[in-house]
């Protein structure tokens, strides 16, 4: 019984960490602003946390976010060649995944008002 109860809690913990989008904490910037940087697989994975992340901050001072800047950049492999395994993938079903968790890389600026 044991085992299996530490199975579920090792299986909930893996399911709870493994989301699309990683981040770090929110930094505190010197101006009143903060900064949140994403690493994500997809531009819009990027933008999705960093505003859930800016609205649990803001909300926890019962504030909402304002969003003062924002610079994405991809850093993935070269998308002619994702491109090219993807294709790839979809034909033999072979289960090649192109998109990798940290190939857009998002700072995300916010203040809270």
Avoid: H, W
Avoid at 28 to 39: E, T
Avoid at 66 to 81: H, L, N, P
Wanted: positive net charge; contains cysteine.
């Amino acid at each position: 019984m044991k085992i299996k109860n530490l199975f579920i809690s090792a299986s909930i913990t893996t399911i709870a960490f493994s989301g699309c989008a990683t981040t770090s904490n929110v930094l505190p910037l010197a101006d009143g602003n903060f900064l949140s940087i994403i690493q994500a697989d997809s531009e819009s994975g990027a933008y999705q946390s960093a505003i859930e992340d800016a609205k649990t901050f803001c909300g926890n001072k019962k504030k909402q976010f304002v969003v003062v800047d924002r610079k994405i950049s991809y850093q993935g492999i070269d998308k002619s060649g994702k491109a090219f395994i993807d294709a790839i993938d979809t034909l033999t079903g072979a289960g090649i995944k192109s998109a990798k968790k940290d190939d857009y890389r998002l700072e995300f600026t916010f203040r809270c008002q």
